[in-house]
């Protein structure tokens, strides 16, 4: 799963990606968790729902990226690597174990363009 949410800079250079990898992966992994705080604060402000979600526009890049990580680490769970492997799952039958994490997946599409309307 890291090597999806971290892909390598220079796929057809290991020595250049592994550089690239020791000099930022730290600051990715530090800038990943700042911002999933930042919409786990936001969350915790609605009181569980009592609340409307209001998300200031300061606030919408970190929404946007930590969207971005959790749908591809949904992705990778259901083993969608590309658009026709996410079409196949959409079909599933609501019996299908899986159909709920790939309403979930759809639902965070749903989330980033939905957030990216609003824009």
């Known amino acids: 799963m890291l090597k999806r949410l ?3 800079a220079y796929p057809s250079d290991a020595m250049s990606s592994a550089d690239f990898r020791r000099f930022t992966e730290r600051d990715l992994r530090a ?3 700042a ?8 969350l915790a402000t609605t009181e569980l729902g009592a609340h409307d979600l209001k998300i200031p526009s300061n606030e919408v890049e970190s929404w946007l990226r930590t969207l971005t990580s959790v749908r591809l680490a949904v992705a990778i ?3 969608i690597r590309d658009a026709a492997a996410a079409d196949e799952l959409a079909a ?5 174990p899986r159909s709920f994490m790939v309403s979930v997946y ?3 599409g749903f989330a980033q363009e ?3 309307s609003a824009l």
Do not use: H, N
Not at 35 to 42: F, I, T
Not at 92 to 96: H, V
């Open 6 to 8: 971290f892909p390598d």
């Open 114 to 116: 939905t957030l990216i």
């Open 106 to 108: 759809d639902w965070l």
């Open 31 to 33: 800038m990943k968790v």
């Open 92 to 96: 599933l039958p609501d019996e299908d």
């Open 77 to 79: 769970r259901l083993g």
């Open 35 to 42: 911002e999933a705080r930042v919409v786990l604060d936001r």
